[in-house]
């Protein structure tokens, strides 16, 4: 089955630890995305890579890090210095020259 | 002014009703929309796509997109339970693959 993979779907995080979030898809989609929903908010925009060994800063980079060494999977870093990680996040992908993006399941990070 | 206004709802009808769900936007290069589904603690689904003027139908969903009045509507016939959801419009401006600016959802519930 074609699709895009997000683990773990629950995750809890102590105060100052880093955490990373895994994100694989077998779409043989180009681009990939990381976003971020709070409740009763639009999904905001963290991370995107157009294409292997590139990324580029979304609307809300601070506090997170990614990296793109294979075509399939995009890990996004939750690091200390994000101040309020509590939140939803989706991993999406696309064709490059089509910007329609697949969700993920998503991953449910909490800050105990 | 936020560049995608969305009615957060809830909005409750009955069954087989005609649900009209709306998005406004502001930025006039944003040129591709979208309508995604969301379930409770899922990832969206795509659900349309289009990029020019006028209406697009599949199924018992039509998306109607106004750029001269920017404004975006999505219309579900024949509405059954299964279609309750938050609904997510989404658009961008380029062709390539960027990162999509989102409205909040609306929260539709379809009374049995």
């Known amino acids: 089955d074609g699709g895009i993979t997000q683990s773990p779907k629950y995750l809890f995080r102590k105060e100052g630890q880093n955490v990373t979030l895994s994100c694989e898809q077998n779409?043989?989609?180009?681009?990939m995305y990381w976003y971020r929903q709070d409740p009763g908010q639009g999904l905001r925009l963290i991370y995107y890579?157009?294409?292997?060994?590139?990324?580029q800063k979304g609307d809300i980079a601070e506090g997170y890090s990614v990296s793109r060494e294979k075509k399939e999977s995009f890990p996004l870093t939750v690091t200390s210095a994000q101040k309020n990680p509590t939140a939803f996040y989706l991993c999406?992908?696309?064709?490059?020259?089509?910007?329609?993006?697949?969700f993920g399941p998503g991953t449910r990070l909490t800050v105990l | 002014q936020k560049e995608v206004e969305q009615d957060p709802g809830p909005l409750s009808v009955p069954e087989g009703a005609i649900v009209s769900l709306n998005c406004t936007y502001s930025?006039?290069?944003?040129?591709?929309f979208m309508w995604y589904r969301q379930y409770s603690r899922k990832g969206p689904e795509l659900l349309m796509y289009?990029?020019?003027?006028g209406n697009k139908e599949d199924g018992r969903f039509t998306a109607q997109v106004d750029k001269s009045s920017k404004y975006i509507s999505l219309f579900i016939r024949d509405s059954q339970p299964s279609d309750s959801a938050t609904y997510l419009c989404?658009?961008?401006?380029?062709?390539?693959?960027?990162?999509?600016?989102f409205g909040k959802g609306t929260h539709l519930i379809i009374q049995p």
């Open positions: 930025n006039s290069a944003f040129q591709y």
């Open positions: 289009t990029y020019s003027s």
């Open positions: 779409l043989n989609h180009d681009a």
């Open positions: 989404a658009m961008y401006s380029g062709g390539g693959a960027d990162g999509l600016t």
């Open positions: 890579s157009q294409i292997v060994n590139d990324f």
């Open positions: 999406a992908s696309s064709p490059r020259s089509v910007n329609e993006q697949f």
